[in-house]
C-alpha cells in the first residue's frame, strides 16, 4: 500500500507470527478472523516451500461480526491510524501492517479483491459488472437496470451488500464456478467484447 510507515520487509515466517499475534488477541467466541491478502498472500502462494522469503508491506483482513469493537481493539493496542476508508495502517513489531476490517458476511468479496493484483481487481469488476453486480472492497452490490425505448440504461446499485462470507459464495453471485487467475483475465476480455455495454 502507498504511505509505508516501515521499510522493513519481514519474512513469510514472520508473517504468519504477525497474523497469529493478532488472532490470539481475540477470543475464539468472538469469531474475529484475520487473513493474508495484498502481495504477502501472493507470494504465500508461490513460495510454500521457503518461509525465508521477504514480502513487502503486510495486507490483512479482519472479519468480525462485532466489527466495531474488533477495530477498538485494534487501535488500543497498536496505535493504527486511519488512512482513508477502509485501511488502518499500524506497526507491529518492525513491520507495516495494513489492516483491512470488514463484515464476517461479506469476507468472501473481501479475500478475493484484496488478494488479487490491481490490473486482475479490474477485471473482477468488469466480470461483475456483466453479471450485474458491482463489486468493490465495500462488497458485492446488485445493480438494477432498465433499459429506454432509445437504448438507454438507468442504473440504480442497492445500498446493501450482498452476503458473501466466502469466495464461494462470490462466485455463486456471478453463476460462475471458482476461476484461477489467468481464468479471470480471459473471462473480463470475453464479457468487454461481448457486453461492452454493461462491463464497463
Not at 507470527?17 to 507470494?43: E, H, P, Q, W
Not at 493496542?77 to 483491512?100: A, R, S, Y
Not at 453486480?133 to 432509445?150: A, C, E, V
Amino acid at each position: 500500500m502507498s504511505g509505508s510507515l516501515s521499510k522493513y520487509r519481514p519474512t513469510i515466517t514472520e508473517v504468519k507470527g504477525i497474523v497469529k499475534c493478532l488472532t490470539n488477541i481475540f477470543d475464539k467466541d468472538m469469531d474475529v478472523r484475520i487473513l493474508v491478502a495484498g502481495s504477502a498472500y501472493r507470494k504465500m502462494r508461490c513460495f510454500k516451500n521457503d518461509d525465508n522469503i521477504r514480502v513487502g508491506d503486510v495486507d490483512v483482513v479482519m472479519a468480525a461480526k462485532n466489527l466495531g469493537y474488533a477495530k477498538s481493539v485494534i487501535e488500543m493496542l497498536f496505535g493504527t491510524c486511519k488512512n482513508g476508508n477502509p485501511c488502518m495502517k499500524g506497526i507491529i513489531g518492525k513491520t507495516q501492517v495494513d489492516i483491512f476490517p470488514v463484515p464476517l458476511d461479506q469476507l468472501g468479496a473481501a479475500l478475493l479483491f484484496y488478494r488479487a493484483p490491481q490490473p486482475l481487481q479490474i477485471s473482477l469488476r468488469i466480470l461483475s459488472r456483466a453479471r450485474g453486480y458491482k463489486f468493490s472492497p465495500h462488497g458485492l452490490f446488485k445493480i438494477q437496470r432498465n433499459f429506454d425505448t432509445w437504448g438507454g440504461i438507468e442504473e440504480k446499485i442497492s445500498k446493501e451488500a450482498e452476503e458473501t462470507p466466502s469466495t464461494c459464495d462470490v462466485w455463486g453471485r456471478w453463476g460462475l464456478k471458482a476461476m484461477d487467475w489467468y481464468e479471470m483475465e480471459a473471462a473480463a476480455h470475453y464479457e468487454m467484447k461481448e457486453q461492452p455495454r454493461i462491463a464497463l
